[in-house]
T-cell receptor, first 114, second 114 residues
Framework: AQSVTQPDIHITVSEGASLELRCNYS??????LFWYVQSPGQGLQLLLK??????LVQGIKGFEAEFKRSQSSFNLRKPSVHWSDAAEYFC????????????FGAGTRLAVHP | NAGVMQNPRHLVRRRGQEARLRCSPM?????VYWYRQLPEEGLKFMVY????????ESGMPKERFSAEFPKEGPSILRIQQVVRGDSAAYFC????????????FGPGTRLLVL
């Protein structure tokens, strides 16, 4: 069955520190992979996506992610975290059923200390 | 170019009442997805619709829930005889195509059942 695992429920980092959020997936074919960010009480904003090609993907707000097929992972990274990055981050995989149905992980809540 | 619009943003219902959630996709998008987010959880797929057609409703409870996307007007997610367990955030997403197209999410409707 297709699934997404985000092992870290909560992560706290200091402002200016580097960040890596983990995402592992189970998928029967070449996946499309996404990272979304959700601020409190808001909808989801797409940070970046991987469909094919270069396995290192650049996104908005200084984020990047690397697709590693051998590890079934798509970890999100940022070299220097800003206080405004505090939010919940969701990894998602698709398509499913031949269209863009997304399967989401449970999310990682990021707190940033000044 | 307006994004995905959902209304109402917040909805309070008493047990047994009906909840009607609306979603207007981005201009030019004819594919709509509904997801539900329970407290402290990730998003779970409910239903995928194209104009006038339900393509996949495998994530939607068999009873009390229905969805439509008419030729004219917004997509509607309808919950009849709501129960406390229906309290959640309901997100709508739209895309321009079926595969390899980014889903853009609305701000969500937060339903509270008293």
């Amino acid at each position: 069955a297709q699934s997404v695992t985000q092992p870290d429920i909560h992560i706290t980092v200091s402002e200016g520190a580097s960040l890596e959020l983990r995402c592992n997936y189970s998928y029967g074919a070449t996946p499309y992979l996404f990272w979304y960010v959700q601020s409190p009480g808001q909808g989801l904003q797409l940070l970046l996506k991987y469909f094919s090609g270069d396995t290192l993907v650049q996104g908005i707000k200084g984020f990047e992610a690397e697709f590693k097929r051998s590890q079934s992972s798509f970890n999100l990274r940022k070299p220097s975290v800003h206080w405004s990055d505090a939010a919940e981050y969701f990894c998602a995989v698709g398509p499913s059923g031949g269209y863009n149905k997304l399967i989401f992980g449970a999310g990682t809540r990021l707190a940033v200390h000044p | 170019n307006a994004g995905v619009m959902q209304n109402p943003r917040h909805l309070v219902r008493r047990r047994g009442q009906e909840a009607r959630l609306r979603c207007s996709p981005m201009k030019g998008h004819s594919h709509v997805y509904w997801y539900r987010q329970l407290p402290e959880e990730g998003l779970k797929f409910m239903v995928y619709l194209q104009k006038e057609n339900i393509i996949d409703e495998s994530g939607m409870p068999k009873e009390r829930f229905s969805a439509e996307f008419p030729k004219e007007g917004p997509s509607i997610l309808r919950i009849q005889q709501v129960v406390r367990g229906d309290s959640a955030a309901y997100f709508c997403a739209s895309s321009a195509g079926q595969i390899q197209e980014t889903q853009y999410f609305g701000p969500g409707t937060r339903l509270l059942v008293l």
